[in-house]
């Protein structure tokens, strides 16, 4: 692996909790994802099913997890199974696991080659009442590309039609809201890739620069220090492209007196970081420009102080949008009679900010959750709030990844730079 992989006892563990859930008599299937198809005989970048590394710690496609925790031959109640490798598959594409090397990484004892998942597997069912599959019950998932898992279950619905069908989802979500030690040491190392990226980027930008060229920069570093690339498709937006929240063709020229809104982050080991900085194109802001960045910064540093344990998500985007007004009352862009007449239902701020605040983030940059849950130590969130004025053409945003613990808040980003004066000082040092 060209990461530091975990222990495989955060694996033993997590499948552990996920078992004490199951019911007598049931069992549960995850896949790994697909290799995406690009054209003629092109494929995308592999990038592991969430659900499955959080079990297995296996990086690898065409792999399966079978777990029966009551099943009556004790060495078939954890079962992973991989792709029988041989010399045409080492030659074409490298290395794959063996048995014992998907052992090591998973704590898991009975490997099988994928060759024999259906006569096992038909075996297992006989004796199963309930069976857990793995649908993607985000709540902003849109995709209407069919997935692995939904193949395989369209498949086990049809030959086995007599078994009751439980989501998986319910049990997952609830265990990966809460990051294992070992899972915040492996998001710390993103950050921090991500951080030597925007330092190196400070250095490198000024007016004439393309968008496109700052994204390579970002790139460099990240790949240079055993990242895959970027965590999510990278935002590097510079003036009015930064008030479409969403910008991703980084085509434009940077240009003197604008800003570059930066939303990027390293993967690492298949977790993510997630950080937005608005950095002055030439190396120094406006007056204009800092009074709208610390605006943004004031209601960020607030929001530590709600982003605590026992809050949940649609009370602190509540307490946010009442900060958020008021700074907006402060730049002279709302005024009373705009806070007096607005509809509750779709608040006067929104406006300039119109985006959440907070979402969780792990092993999926915007990670699975019950955002009706209340905050609990080891929970891992994004701070990001923003203002956006199209007919300035100016979008700020400020973000930083977070980790809830019993007193307040970790921030894994704490060292990377956001205050006005050290940006400045690193671009014209």
Same mark, same amino acid.
Request: aromatic share 10%; glycine share 6%.
């Given at each position: ?40 005989? #092109? ?8 659900? +499955? ?70 075996? +297992? ?18 995709? %209407? ?15 086995? %039609? ?94 003197? =007196? ?10 690492? #080991? ?9 950095? %002055? ?39 946010? =949008? ?5 700074? +907006? ?17 779709? @608040? ?14 792990? +092993? ?12 609990? %130590? =080891? ?5 990001? @709030? =923003? ?5 300035? #053409? ?36």
């Amino acid at each position: 692996m060209r990461y530091k992989t975990l222990d495989s006892s955060l694996y033993i563990k997590n499948r552990k909790n996920f078992m004490k859930q199951m019911p007598a008599r049931s069992l549960a299937v995850f896949n790994s994802n697909d290799v995406m198809p690009m054209n003629a005989d #092109g494929t995308m970048t592999f990038w592991q099913n969430s659900d +499955l590394f959080y079990l297995t710690g296996i990086d690898q496609e065409e792999s399966i997890l079978v777990l029966f925790p009551d099943f009556d031959n004790d060495s078939w109640r954890e079962i992973l199974f991989v792709t029988e490798t041989n010399e045409h598959i080492a030659v074409w594409e490298g290395h794959k696991y063996t048995k014992e090397e998907a052992t090591a990484a998973s704590g898991i004892p009975t490997v099988m080659w994928l060759s024999q998942f259906e006569t096992v597997f038909n075996t +297992l069912m006989a004796e199963a009442e309930q069976v857990f599959i793995n649908t993607n019950e985000h709540i902003r998932n849109a995709t %209407p590309v069919e997935t692995r898992d939904m193949r395989f279950i369209k498949w086990l619905q049809e030959r086995y %039609p007599a078994h009751q069908y439980r989501k998986a989802a319910p049990i997952l979500y609830d265990l990966r809201a809460i990051k294992d030690p070992q899972e915040i040491t492996q998001m710390e190392r993103a950050c921090k890739i991500t951080e030597d990226a925007f330092r190196r980027t400070l250095k490198f930008v000024k007016p004439g620069v393309k968008e496109y060229e700052v994204e390579a920069e970002v790139l460099h570093e990240f790949v240079r220090q055993g990242s895959k690339g970027f965590a999510y498709t990278p935002i590097v937006a510079s003036g009015a492209n930064a008030c479409v929240l969403h910008y991703i063709e980084n085509k434009d020229v940077c240009k003197d =007196g604008e800003l570059l809104l930066m939303d990027v982050g390293a993967e690492y #080991g298949n977790y993510n970081a997630d950080m937005t900085r608005a950095i %002055p194109v030439n190396g120094r802001y406006t007056q204009r420009q800092k009074d709208v960045y610390n605006a943004v910064l004031r209601v960020m540093k607030e929001c530590y102080k709600i982003l605590t344990p026992g809050n949940r998500i649609p009370e602190y985007h509540k307490e946010v =949008g009442k900060l958020m007004e008021s700074e +907006l009352l402060g730049l002279g862009l709302l005024d009373k009679t705009d806070i007096k007449n607005q509809d509750p239902a779709n @608040p006067a701020y929104k406006k300039y900010f119109m985006h959440g605040t907070s979402h969780h983030i792990g +092993l999926d940059v915007h990670d699975v959750g019950n955002i009706y849950r209340e905050f609990e %130590p =080891g929970m891992v969130f994004t701070i990001e @709030p =923003g203002i956006y004025i199209q007919n300035e #053409g100016l979008g700020i945003r400020l973000e930083n990844d977070v980790v809830i613990t019993k007193d307040g808040h970790h921030d894994m980003m704490g060292n990377i730079p956001i205050e006005i004066d050290e940006i400045e000082d690193i671009m014209n040092s």
